[in-house]
Every structure is written in C-alpha cells, then in structure tokens.
C-alpha cells in the first residue's frame, strides 16, 4: 500500500511560520491536499492541488511543492491555527486516495 | 450552501453490518464523487472508499474491500456507506466528503460525522 509521511509534530510560536512536510512517492505525479482539523469537528481543506487557496481560507496559509515533498506553510501563527493537519494524495495509479498520519501543531 | 447531513450514532455487535447515511443538498448531487474516510478514536483519518453519484463507478480502499459497499439514491440526493462483519478496531467517526468541483481526490465539503461503536 501508499504511504504518504508526515512529522508527528510542530511546535512554533505565534507569529512565527509553521512548516509541515510530506513526503510520498508518487508525488511528483499527484497532487496533495492538506486538511485543518480541530478537537471535534470535521476536517476543513486549506491547500488543495498542491498550492491552491480555497475561498474563505486566510493568505497565512500557503502550499508548496519540490520532487517526492510537499509542504504547508503557516505564516504569522495565530492560536487558533493550533491542530490537526493532514496531507492527503493518491498512489500513481490515482485509484487510491490515502491520508498521511497527521501533524499536531502546537503553538507555543 | 452545499450541505451533507449524515445520519445518527450508531451501537453494533461484532460481526453485525452498519450502514451509515449522507444527505446532500445545495448542490447537484450527480455532478460531484463522494468519498467516506473515518478516524478511530485518538487516530489518524483513513480514507475508505468514493463513488460517482453520476454512474455508480466505485474505488475501494484494498483493506476493506469484501466489506464494504457503497451507493447511492440519486431520488433522494444520498450516498450510503454498508460495511460488514463489523469488528472492534471499526470502531470510529465515519465522514462522508464531496469531492471538488472537477477534482476526484480533493474533498471540500464534509459531513458532521457518525460515531459507529463496535461492541459485545
């Protein structure tokens, strides 16, 4: 099966840029989504095609690309940014959608 | 405003099935996949299998497939999600998400989850 690795944690201060990997092979070949997810409630997309904002989704967050990693970036961390986040992409076949294991961000 | 309401809290014994609703609205249901992921409890979200609205067409995630099925009634604008022989370690928050508009792997629009308890 595919997996895609992200780092179990990120602790960064506020105003400072949280940045969170992801790493998978097929990569170069799909593109990545990254997920927002608070203590119960249901995940919220912010970066969708590796670099795209949706409507309604603050500037601070910002997506990029480079090989087998994909990266989100928060700039200017606020509080309310502190949770849950999740890559998500498919194999190289494109049949299988597959999340990463998350990354809680903390935010000092 | 697209809209998924998903249906209530469920208890199941293991080696029960479940089957888990997700009304939509705001939107023409045909014209968007919809997929289900879940979280266990303290867990990561895995996604479990999409489906097109428009033509029946399924993908299922390898380690569910035998257990799963997934439908839907475009009468009534809902996808259904059956999973069977139900153990403990299924139990978790089931979502379903819409897929973006043109996008067959980004979801924009989630529903507000169903807790499935697997439990003797």
């Known amino acids: 099966s595919y997996d895609l690795t992200q780092p179990p944690s990120v602790s960064v201060s506020p105003g400072q840029t949280a940045r969170i990997t992801c790493s998978g092979d097929?990569?170069?070949?799909?593109?990545a989504y990254w997920y927002q997810q608070k203590p119960g409630q249901a995940p919220l997309l912010v970066v969708y095609?590796?670099?795209k904002r949706p409507s309604g989704i603050p500037a601070r967050f910002s997506g990029s690309s480079s090989g087998t990693t994909v990266t989100l970036a928060i700039s200017g961390v606020q509080a309310e940014d502190e949770a849950d986040y999740y890559c998500q992409s498919a194999d190289s076949s494109g049949t299988y959608r597959v999340f990463g294991g998350g990354t809680k961000v903390t935010v000092l | 405003q697209a809209q998924l309401v998903q249906s209530g809290p469920e208890v199941k014994k293991p080696g029960a099935s479940v089957k888990v609703s997700c009304k939509a609205s705001?939107?023409?249901?045909?014209?968007?996949?919809i997929n289900w992921v879940r979280q266990a409890p303290g867990r990561g979200l895995e996604w479990m299998g999409w489906i097109s609205p428009y033509n029946g067409v399924t993908n299922y995630a390898q380690k569910l497939q035998g257990r799963i099925t997934l439908t839907t009634d475009t009468a009534t604008a809902t996808a259904y999600m059956d999973l069977r022989s139900l153990r403990s370690d299924d139990t978790a928050i089931y979502y379903c998400?819409?897929?973006?508009?043109?996008?067959?792997?980004?979801?924009?629009?989630w529903g507000q989850g169903t807790t499935v308890t697997v439990s003797s």
């Open positions: 095609k590796d670099v």
């Open positions: 097929a990569l170069p070949k799909q593109y």
């Open positions: 998400a819409r897929n973006l508009d043109g996008d067959p792997y980004g979801m924009d629009v």
């Open positions: 705001g939107y023409t249901f045909t014209s968007y996949g």
